[in-house]
């Protein structure tokens, strides 16, 4: 299983970044996919994620400003990120996840792209 990520950069507050992830080695359709961010000296934290049966998972701080969208038959997840702020700044994670159980998932990780955001 392979993640990766492309679409990072440098934009400034109140801009818009276009983050995409393609995934191969697998059927991505069972997968819940995503992205995750970490800034500097922090967590990383859930961006937003779209589950293999649609359900979506997004954080409060990105409501109404990010959307995510996935293409199963490309194999590829997309935030479109707008309207960002510098505390967006961070490392994007792309993420494939498979739910085994309600106690058992296995995640697999891209390598990241960097977003920054400039005030």
């Known amino acids: 299983v392979q993640l990766q990520a492309s679409g990072g950069g440098l934009v400034q507050a109140g801009g818009s970044l276009r983050l995409s992830c393609a995934a191969s080695?697998?059927?991505?359709?069972?997968?819940?996919l995503g992205w995750y961010r970490q800034a500097p000296g922090k967590q990383r934290e859930l961006v937003a994620v779209?589950?293999?049966?649609?359900?979506?998972n997004i954080s409060d701080s990105v409501m109404g400003r990010f959307t995510i969208s996935r293409d199963n038959a490309k194999n590829t997840v997309v935030l479109q990120m707008n309207s960002l702020k510098p505390e967006d700044t961070a490392v994007y994670y792309c993420?494939?996840?498979?739910?085994?159980?309600?106690?058992?998932?296995?995640?697999?990780w891209g390598q990241g792209t960097l977003v920054t955001v400039s005030s």
């Open positions: 993420i494939a996840r498979i739910v085994y159980s309600a106690i058992l998932s296995e995640d697999y």
């Open positions: 080695g697998t059927t991505f359709s069972s997968y819940d």
């Open positions: 779209i589950s293999s049966g649609g359900t979506y």
